[in-house]
């Protein structure tokens, strides 16, 4: 069984551009989170969506947006690029998002803004 | 609001000794704790869960364990080997849904 699988693994973008980020889940998981990790903050929670809705949101700007398809794969996009932004984005999935399901995470995103 | 103290921040110990890591949460409703054991450029890999209708769970060299009255729980880890010098984050679950809040990390460094 294939695991989380994200797009690009790496990449290095201007500031004031964006990006999209794009994760497939575990075959048969529904529900799909995103995080960032920085030295400074460590793991942060962005959002999760499930059934192609957003379910839950953290405290980032507006900038950090997604979307779910209806096979389950997401994106995420950032727009107007900060050098803050920089960071390994994680995509996670689960089964159906209850609380207790196991989650478990992609490889990664390792964003560079220059 | 939800939060996850991990401790320590790093931790050194001798091949074979035996390492313990520490976190308390603050939101009473969490009921999933999951440990991640991350290495230098890779993803956070699951070792260890625990749901909160159990106090302990043991997984080879591997066990957790949890006080849902005191909410804290804790990661024990056995017979150290050099292989396990890693970062390890513990989490808890807040709100309904999958939204994890993660601890500060702990880096463990086992010499040999």
Same mark, same amino acid.
């Given at each position: 069984?294939?695991?989380? !699988?994200? !797009?690009?693994?790496?990449?290095?973008?201007?500031?004031?551009?964006?990006? !999209?980020?794009?994760?497939?889940?575990?075959?048969?998981?529904?529900?799909?989170?995103?995080?960032?990790? !920085?030295?400074?903050? %460590?793991?942060?929670?962005?959002?999760?969506?499930?059934?192609?809705?957003?379910?839950?949101? %953290?405290? #980032?700007?507006?900038?950090?947006?997604?979307?779910?398809?209806?096979?389950?794969?997401?994106?995420?996009?950032?727009?107007?690029?900060?050098?803050?932004?920089?960071?390994?984005?994680?995509?996670?999935?689960? #089964?159906?998002?209850?609380?207790?399901?196991?989650?478990?995470?992609?490889?990664?995103?390792?964003?560079?803004?220059? | 609001?939800?939060?996850?103290?991990?401790?320590? @921040?790093?931790?050194?110990?001798?091949?074979? *000794? @035996?390492?313990?890591?520490?976190?308390?949460? @603050? *939101?009473? $409703?969490?009921?999933?704790?999951?440990?991640?054991?991350?290495?230098?450029?890779?993803?956070?890999?699951?070792?260890? *869960?625990?749901?909160?209708?159990?106090? =302990?769970?043991?997984?080879?060299?591997? $066990?957790?364990?949890?006080?849902?009255?005191?909410?804290?729980?804790?990661?024990?880890?056995?017979?150290?080997?050099?292989? *396990?010098? $890693?970062?390890?984050?513990?989490?808890?679950?807040? =709100?309904?849904?999958?939204?994890?809040?993660?601890?500060?990390?702990?880096?463990?460094?086992?010499?040999?």
């Amino acid at each position: 069984k294939a695991g989380v !699988t994200q !797009t690009p693994r790496y990449l290095i973008k201007t500031r004031g551009q964006q990006v !999209t980020l794009s994760c497939s889940p575990i075959s048969g998981h529904r529900s799909v989170s995103w995080y960032q990790q !920085t030295p400074g903050q %460590g793991l942060q929670f962005l959002f999760e969506y499930f059934s192609e809705t957003q379910r839950n949101k %953290g405290n #980032f700007p507006g900038r950090f947006s997604g979307r779910q398809f209806s096979n389950s794969r997401s994106e995420m996009n950032v727009s107007t690029l900060e050098l803050g932004d920089s960071a390994l984005y994680l995509c996670a999935s689960s #089964f159906d998002g209850s609380a207790g399901n196991t989650i478990y995470f992609g490889e990664g995103s390792w964003l560079t803004v220059v | 609001g939800e939060n996850v103290e991990q401790h320590p @921040s790093t931790l050194s110990v001798q091949e074979g *000794d @035996s390492a313990v890591i520490k976190c308390t949460y @603050s *939101d009473s $409703a969490s009921n999933y704790f999951p440990w991640y054991k991350q290495e230098l450029g890779k993803r956070p890999q699951l070792i260890i *869960d625990i749901r909160s209708n159990v106090g =302990e769970k043991k997984d080879q060299r591997i $066990a957790v364990t949890l006080n849902k009255t005191a909410k804290h729980f804790s990661l024990h880890i056995t017979e150290t080997q050099p292989e *396990d010098s $890693a970062v390890y984050f513990c989490a808890a679950n807040v =709100e309904y849904g999958n939204k994890l809040v993660f601890g500060a990390g702990t880096i463990l460094r086992v010499k040999s």
